[in-house]
């Protein structure tokens, strides 16, 4: 109660101080993907407003301080690649997505966006658009426990939650529904959000977005909600089995097509893109996340982690193509198997180059 209040004050007091002049200056929060797959950020001050990426000065930090780099040669690169109006800040102020590199000119090794973006330039004829679904779990701050649970104890089970409406059904929609907003204030193609089958668990979608940009837009979501939550004093995992036991998991399903699987006739690709996955099953087992074997046991809406499978409206497959797509001939197919907690540069760069690419029988 004591921490509730002092955090009301000062947001209170912080108000007073968001709408102060800032004399044509521009704060740029510069942001990138740490050593252990969470983010880090630092904020620098510009001349004027930003109106291209290109006038985004390369920048720097201490990668000795976050896995990235040793300590004798600790400079690592920043060098922007997108850039977003700021939810927090406002104004002209942005958020800019970076990617990493190191001094001799090689990107740094958790830099997945790099090969990513040289794979979607190889197939940018093909035209391929993702849409992921997010799903994420909320954690008390103080105990590391699933935020909103009784204590010591657990809810009742898994049923009333998913999609639920009304006190002890949902949990924390405060902080979904800021979320929601920051992404469509940073341009962020959010397409939705719902609350999960597991209580305090939550997803959002963004999508559909075409190559390199699915990544982008993905990591500036989930930069955004950890920034959304640490104001609420709520923490965010992206861990895909928060839980063991009956609990659901979390994933992020990726759902995919190419130009030619979005015109009529178009099941023929869509056919022919699952048959080429089903042969670079362990491939891709391989980058859908750590953890992943906890959560695709068969159980849960999850196919088992062993094989390949898929079918029509199955969400006990691999990989499902939705019932509206399989009676309109065309659209897209959706990939369960990756985990939340994935790198989404490393799924929709092995997705296009099996699904884009001819993989030898
Ligand atoms: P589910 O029924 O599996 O819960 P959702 O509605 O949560 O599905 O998510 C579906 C996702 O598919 C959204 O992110 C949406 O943007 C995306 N999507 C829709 N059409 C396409 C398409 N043609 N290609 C790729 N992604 C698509
Ligand atoms: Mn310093
Ligand atoms: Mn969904
Ligand atoms: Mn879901
Ligand atoms: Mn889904």
Request: with cysteine; proline share 6%.
């Amino acid at each position: 109660m004591v921490q509730e209040i002092s955090i009301l004050e000062h947001t209170a007091t912080l108000a007073k101080y968001m709408d102060l002049n800032q004399n044509g200056k521009v704060i740029a929060e510069y942001v990138w993907i740490d050593g252990s797959g969470d983010m880090r950020s630092k904020a620098r001050t510009l001349s004027k407003k930003v109106t291209d990426v290109s006038e985004l000065p390369e920048w720097n930090f201490d990668g000795s301080s976050t896995g990235q780099a040793p300590g004798h040669n600790s400079d690592v690169y920043l060098r922007p690649v997108a850039f977003y109006p700021d939810p927090f800040r406002k104004g002209d102020n942005i958020i800019v997505l970076t990617e990493c590199w190191n001094n001799d000119g090689t990107p740094n090794k958790f830099n997945h966006r790099h090969e990513c973006n040289k794979l979607m330039t190889a197939h940018a004829s093909e035209e391929i658009w993702f849409g992921l679904e997010q799903e994420y779990t909320l954690l008390d701050p103080v105990d590391g426990s699933i935020y909103g649970w009784p204590k010591g104890g657990f809810p009742a089970p898994q049923g009333p939650y998913y999609c639920g409406v009304g006190t002890g059904k949902v949990f924390a929609r405060d902080v979904i529904e800021a979320h929601y907003r920051a992404c469509l204030h940073a341009g962020v193609t959010i397409s939705g959000i719902n609350a999960e089958v597991m209580p305090s668990q939550w997803e959002f979608q963004v999508g559909p977005c075409e190559g390199i940009k699915m990544g982008d837009e993905l990591w500036m979501a989930r930069y955004l909600l950890n920034k959304v939550a640490e104001e609420f004093g709520v923490k965010v995992t992206f861990h895909p089995k928060p839980l063991k036991g009956d609990w659901n998991g979390a994933g992020c399903h990726t759902n995919v097509s190419t130009a030619s699987m979005r015109v009529p006739g178009g099941m023929k690709a869509i056919e022919s893109a699952i048959e080429k996955l089903s042969k670079r099953h362990a491939e891709h087992i391989a980058l859908y996340g750590d953890d992943n074997d906890l959560r695709l046991t068969g159980k849960h809406e999850t196919a088992s982690m062993e094989s390949f499978s898929y079918g029509v409206a199955n969400r006990g497959a691999s990989v499902r193509i939705p019932r509206s797509v399989q009676a309109e001939g065309y659209g897209y197919f959706e990939d369960r198997r990756p985990a939340s907690n994935i790198d989404p540069y490393l799924v929709t760069g092995i997705m296009v180059e099996t699904v884009c690419g001819s993989i030898p029988d």
